[in-house]
């Protein structure tokens, strides 16, 4: 009788260990997916002054709320993994001619130019000069759907590809590209300064593209003339405090550093 009392119990048992794995599993799912997160506009620290309010008018999108895709929007790594495995669901292609440029120590720097593809709306001959960011190219999605969107626009683009990080194009010198050398980046600059002697420049940068420009342009007066604007995106400013935080667990920094160590890894034994 005993027994079969017991056996009577196990199905209640075994449902309620389903319900609290089912539970368990939701938990995880809302945490990890951020779907508890609050939206809200972008946070904007800027100076008082013309040009702020200018580009604020100019910019309404950088005081609106941002509203995600559902159900994976607001989780980061969701994003960064589907956009870096997958991209859009129609990523562009622009065409561009690839340049080659030979540098003093022997190396060869490429940079692929992309000509605009209207009129721009101000009318006047305006050149993107574009640093990807580390190990990256113009071959790379987040560069395309860029690229494609500018010379909609009517700017002509020409964009950087760092130093030994295209597969197909080998090293003619005992380098690659590193954090600081703004090296290629210049000679692409002088190239497009003398091909079109009559355009006027927009410096941008990816994250290590970032620290690039802005080096870059800190270096000489000389290097500011026909810049328009600088538009740095998620530029790292602090190498040491960096380091610290990429080899801490918070927010799986520490996969994506090995994930960035191990790339870097390939394109150096790619080359040896």
């Keep these: 009788m005993s027994a079969i009392l017991e056996t009577s119990e196990l199905p209640a048992v075994f449902d309620g260990v389903k319900l609290a794995a089912v539970a368990a599993v939701l938990y995880v799912i ?25 580009l ?10 941002y509203i995600p895709p559902l159900i994976w929007g607001k ?39 992309f000509e605009p593809r209207s009129e721009h709306c101000i009318g006047e001959d305006v050149t993107m000069v574009i640093c990807p960011g580390i190990a990256n190219h113009s071959e790379k999605q987040y560069i395309r759907t860029f690229v494609d969107y500018a010379q909609k626009n009517g700017y002509r683009c020409a964009v950087l590809n760092h130093l030994g990080a295209l597969p197909n194009i080998e090293l003619t010198s005992p380098r690659m590209f590193t954090y600081g050398c703004t090296w290629e980046f210049g000679a692409m600059v002088n190239y497009i300064k003398k091909t079109y002697p009559q355009t006027q420049l927009v410096v941008v940068g990816f994250s290590l593209g970032g620290n690039i420009v802005c080096k870059y342009l800190g270096e000489s007066q000389a290097n500011q003339e026909r810049v328009l604007c600088c538009v740095s995106v998620c530029q790292g400013y602090s190498a040491l405090r960096a380091q610290e935080t990429f080899m801490q667990w918070d927010h799986c920094r520490r996969f994506y550093n090995f994930l960035m160590a191990d790339n870097m890894k390939k394109i150096i034994l790619s080359h040896r």
């Excluded at 604020?56 to 709320?65: D, F, M, N, R, Y």
């Excluded at 495995?85 to 990523?91: A, D, L, T, W």
């Design 30 to 54: 809302v945490r990890c997916l951020n779907l508890k997160s609050p939206t809200a506009p972008p946070e904007l620290i800027y100076q008082d002054s013309a040009l702020a309010h200018f």
């Design 56 to 65: 604020l008018k100019s910019c309404p999108l950088l005081t609106k709320e």
């Design 75 to 113: 989780s980061g790594h969701i994003q960064t993994a589907l956009y870096g495995k997958m991209g859009r669901v129609r990523s562009p292609h622009p065409y561009g001619l690839r340049k080659y440029l030979t540098m003093p120590d022997g190396a060869t720097a490429t940079f692929d130019l």
